[in-house]
């Protein structure tokens, strides 16, 4: 057990004996003054009297008990002031994934883009201890927020993208149209394969890429040869797909080749329309053999003045009841 804020009970000393040293001199003045006033004859006999030493010793007895509550009360209020608290030291572990959300952002996407945000959304409920990271793309590649396990900052960008999706505001277009094209899918992946920082780490490295992989323009990189530079990073990519349904037969061939070089990749490939897409990709990153790493120490303190605060009430309510008896 030890106190947060140590100099509380000090002041308090301070203060209590600065306050006893004003009643002290008050009494003595009062005392000094007394000298003035008329002797009364044979107070002696009154004083002599059993009932007035009953009652003397009673009176007596109450003024200490009064003294003794105020001197226990400032006590505990010094305590409680002080925020009496353990300390404990631990070391989280932490799950040694990263994850990067990579978001084509082309118009071919614009209709599944706050669908796509959703199911991003639901993924980072999924995951703990994970970092995540967000990186938008079309013509050119741009890192919305970085890898991080801050999940209420990651909710945060994910509402505010989502506010711009839903208002048609151009903001989330930013650096994304330098290449030579739209929605160059390859280049992209590439882009989100290379976000990942800690490069001798042994960690689980994956890639969630959401696209129909209709492309417009020339690319560095085709997909497969994106999903080869993932292969050799020891990165897996899994690949969701907006535009793969049963109503869409004319992307077939899109889709076709986004799930070979998603299983080349040794991740895997999900149609958005499956609703097993959000567990399946989770469970097949939390499948990967990952060790877990120690985080950072972590020191909690926890106030304990429950039982101060019960005794400070006890006291008080002494006070009040003696005071009560002590006026009468």
Excluded at 15 to 36: E, G, M, Y
Excluded at 145 to 155: A, E, H, K, R, V
Excluded at 232 to 241: A, H, Q, T
Aim: net charge negative; aromatic share 8%; with cysteine.
């Amino acid at each position: 057990m030890e106190v947060i804020v140590w100099w509380a009970p000090i002041a308090w000393a301070v203060a209590s004996l600065a306050v006893v040293a004003l009643v002290v001199w008050r009494v003595r003045v009062a005392h000094r003054k007394s000298h003035d006033r008329l002797p009364v004859a044979h107070a002696d006999r009154l004083t002599a009297l059993p009932a007035y030493r009953r009652a003397l010793a009673a009176y007596r007895a109450m003024v200490a008990g009064f003294v003794l509550l105020v001197v226990v009360l400032l006590a505990l209020t010094a305590v409680l002031t002080a925020r009496p608290a353990t300390v404990t030291l631990s070391n989280p572990e932490l799950h040694n994934r990263d994850i990067v959300l990579c978001l084509d952002v082309s118009g071919s996407m614009i209709a599944y883009d706050q669908a796509v945000l959703d199911v991003f959304d639901t993924l980072t409920t999924e995951f703990t201890g994970e970092r995540i990271s967000l990186v938008v793309f079309n013509a050119s590649a741009v890192t919305y927020f970085p890898l991080t396990n801050d999940y209420g900052y990651i909710s945060q960008q994910l509402d505010r993208l989502g506010t711009e999706f839903e208002n048609e505001d151009p903001s989330y277009f930013d650096g994304t149209l330098l290449g030579n094209g739209s929605s160059l899918v390859g280049d992209g992946l590439a882009s989100c394969v290379t976000r990942f920082d800690r490069a001798d780490d042994e960690r689980s490295r994956s890639v969630i890429l959401v696209t129909d992989n209709i492309i417009a323009g020339e690319q560095i990189f085709t997909l497969p040869q994106a999903a080869a530079l993932a292969v050799d990073r020891d990165v897996r990519v899994y690949g969701i797909n907006p535009g793969d349904s049963a109503a869409k037969d004319y992307l077939r061939e899109y889709a076709v080749e986004f799930e070979k070089a998603m299983t080349d990749s040794g991740g895997g490939y999900y149609p958005l329309e499956d609703p097993q897409v959000v567990p399946a990709v989770v469970e097949s990153i939390e499948a990967e053999q990952a060790a877990v790493i120690p985080g950072a120490p972590l020191i909690t303190r926890t106030e304990h003045p429950e039982g101060f605060v019960v005794a400070a009430f006890i006291a008080l309510g002494g006070l009040l009841l003696l005071a009560w008896r002590l006026k009468r």
